[in-house]
């Protein structure tokens, strides 16, 4: 049974309010689960409507609030979970603490909450509307369920500024998610407007990699287990060009983690991962509880540590353990990326002739007075994205004779439910299918016969990526795969590449942003060079503004 409720005296109160607790649904849903996971439950199902605006529940099978205790559970700061002196407000061991959480919501909306410990007879029922609590008895079984409906409706101020309801339930999805990756041995289920979104049966952390990104993610993880680090990383090859995907918990607590930890984890690979690129990982921190402060955030998703250095190395060691320890394929050394090309004299892209092709990527070329070095996978990159953006525009979508089926990702699911139309309207017809599965029906005819491995399980990650422009993060992965690599140029495929580079609307950047082309002036030469005479003038890059440099 749990331990009884009591309200913390103003001096403990002081110590550990922070501010708003309840600004939106995601955070009724956040410190709702945090209750049931210091309640010990090994099975939680949350449900939302209407973006959780209309209802908020959480249902767990764990420890149950006694029935002399639970008229006091929605007051203020009142809590089983800490101590009423100062000292235990420096030694936090449970996920909530405050004793705000359901005083908050009761504020901000209509709390039900039921609850029966597993040794008592009866349940009792809590009603709280406000300042308002009404306390009565019923049936049901062991563990609680907190129900919050009509949330911000006496509010109309902050109703008016919440997100929409496929944004907040998208919101909901990934903290869930969040929660599975780092507590995957409970049952979880998600439930939104009735619709199931995300399930998952007791596992370790690679199971909860499959229920959250896809078993094809989760075959490419490996285990780390050293010291006070517990969870998986991903393969060399497994990586992204966002951080999107590294996750933390400290002491079970899901949180957003220091650049320190991130760069941890990103070092331990070394040259095993491109620069630029981040791998998936999920990983459980375990500190002493003094040795730590989760009560620096409202919402507790930042935590102070004492030792930051000191957690950052021992990250960095888990992980170098964990790849040391299989069989890797070497990436290729990645090199530094320069600034991009600064405009031309005039404004536009210079008419260059092909001088040479350095190690089958690079073009060098001459135009305007000026050495020019041009990437030729980025500039050729630029080129297949812009034309294929002509080419969608241009066509009617193509409807696929037999609609494939695709594993989505729970958070990929709820991007379809907020993109469909727009994505339909551009031509990309993607139909939630259930059971985590979507139907391609139709696609950009541009698109369909391009040599790209995976065509569409590409486009269908790239649209429904995080991205703010999906038909550009299609366009810009499917430009990326039949440009030149290294080792494919040559002499006339440079004269092509620098032709195709012309005639682009912003030839200077690929689609990902890197620069196609660098520059370098006589001048720079001359001086490099420890030349002084005729030629020691103004050409190229260096003219003034109006002078031709030829």
């Not at 049974?1 to 600004?23: F, K, N, Q």
Request: proline share 9%; charged share 20%; aromatic share 4%.
């Amino acid at each position: 049974m749990g331990h009884p409720i009591h309200v913390l005296p103003d001096h403990v109160a002081r110590l550990i309010a922070a501010g708003e607790v309840v600004s939106r649904p995601l955070d009724v849903v956040r410190e709702l689960v945090d209750n049931a996971l210091d309640a010990g439950a090994s099975r939680i199902e949350v449900e939302l409507d209407g973006g959780g605006l209309t209802l908020v529940r959480v249902r767990d099978n764990g420890a149950g609030i006694p029935a002399g205790s639970v008229g006091l559970a929605p007051l203020r700061h009142a809590t089983s979970k800490l101590a009423p002196d100062s000292g235990a407000a420096l030694r936090v061991t449970t996920l909530g603490f405050r004793g705000e959480a359901l005083w908050a919501a009761a504020q901000a909306g209509e709390l039900q909450l039921v609850t029966r410990p597993a040794a008592q007879v009866g349940a009792a029922e809590v009603q709280a509307c406000g300042d308002e609590v009404g306390v009565g008895r019923t049936s049901a079984p062991a563990g609680t369920t907190v129900t919050v409906r009509r949330l911000f409706a006496r509010l109309p101020g902050r109703l008016r500024t919440q997100a929409p309801p496929a944004t907040e339930a998208r919101e909901v999805t990934a903290l869930l998610g969040r929660y599975v990756l780092h507590w995957p041995g409970l049952h979880w289920r998600l439930t939104v407007d009735g619709e199931v979104r995300l399930t998952h049966a007791p596992a370790d952390h690679r199971g909860a990699v499959a229920s959250v990104y896809g078993p094809l993610n989760a075959n490419r993880v490996l285990p780390v287990s050293s010291g006070a680090v517990r969870g998986v990383v991903s393969r060399p090859e497994l990586t992204r060009p966002r951080r999107d995907r590294m996750h933390f918990s400290v002491n079970g607590r899901p949180v957003l983690a220091p650049p320190e930890l991130e760069r941890a984890v990103i070092d331990a690979y070394a040259e095993l991962l491109p620069a630029g690129t981040a791998p998936l990982c999920v990983l459980d921190l375990t500190v002493a509880p003094e040795e730590h402060n989760p009560n620096v955030h409202p919402a507790k998703q930042v935590v102070a540590l004492a030792d930051l250095g000191a957690v950052a190395a021992g990250v960095r060691a888990a992980v170098e353990e964990a790849l040391a320890g299989h069989p890797l394929a070497r990436a290729a050394p990645a090199l530094l990326t320069p600034d991009a090309a600064p405009p031309t004299p005039h404004g536009h892209f210079p008419a260059l002739s092909l001088v040479g092709v350095y190690q089958e990527l690079y073009l060098l070329a001459q135009g305007e007075g000026d050495l020019w070095v041009v990437d030729a996978h980025a500039a050729h990159e630029r080129a297949l994205y812009e034309q294929l953006r002509r080419e969608v525009q241009a066509a009617p979508p193509l409807e696929l004779p037999e609609p494939e089926l695709l594993h989505l990702t729970p958070e990929q699911l709820a991007c379809l439910h907020e993109r469909a139309p727009a994505l339909h309207a551009w031509g990309l017809a993607i139909e939630d299918f259930g059971a985590g599965l979507a139907r391609l029906r139709a696609l950009p005819a541009a698109l369909a016969a391009l040599p790209v491995p995976r065509l569409h399980e590409q486009i269908v990650e790239a649209a429904l990526g995080t991205g703010s422009d999906p038909a550009r993060d299609v366009l810009a992965r499917l430009a990326c795969a039949p440009a030149l690599k290294a080792g494919m140029l040559n002499h006339a495929r440079g004269e092509a590449v620098l032709a195709a580079l012309s005639g682009c609307e912003q030839p200077w950047a690929c689609p990902h942003g890197r620069p196609t082309t660098l520059r370098l002036s006589e001048r720079d030469l001359a001086h490099a060079f420890g030349r002084r005479g005729v030629r020691d003038v103004p050409r190229g890059r260096d003219a003034a503004p109006g002078v031709s440099g030829r």
